[in-house]
């Protein structure tokens, strides 16, 4: 910790580990409209967002999961490995279960599990 004047502050340094994981695999079932608006994308009912590494899975997560179900891609960034796909609910949740499987029997992944709220 440094010290400013007579607090302490604390420095946090953040950086990227090589791996092949799935970090997030998320269903919001129910978004707010406020929340499409904000991500610029059009309400087709539910939200998926993944977060991968390497990021450049991303590519190949949005691939799977658009050939598997009834998903649109709403965002994907290689730089960042994020996806968000958008759907009805049943439709997104196939969509990221299907990504888990194939990046964990085929890729040899670690994946998170798909959550939902």
């Keep these: 910790m440094d010290l400013v004047g007579e607090k302490a502050v604390q ?46 899975t991303a590519i190949i997560a ?16 290689r730089f960042t490995g994020s996806v968000v796909l958008t759907g009805d609910v049943q439709a997104v949740e196939t969509a990221l279960n299907a990504v888990n499987d194939t990046l964990k029997n085929l890729l040899d992944f670690m994946t998170a599990p798909v959550t939902r709220t």
């Design 11 to 56: 420095r946090v340094i953040e950086e990227s580990v090589p791996g092949k994981q799935v970090t997030i695999a998320h269903v919001i079932a129910s978004p707010m409209p406020d929340i499409y608006e904000r991500l610029g994308i059009d309400d087709k009912g539910a939200i998926g967002i993944l977060t991968l590494t390497p990021y450049e």
């Design 62 to 77: 949005a691939d799977i999961a658009t050939k598997t179900a009834d998903v649109e891609i709403g965002f994907l960034d």
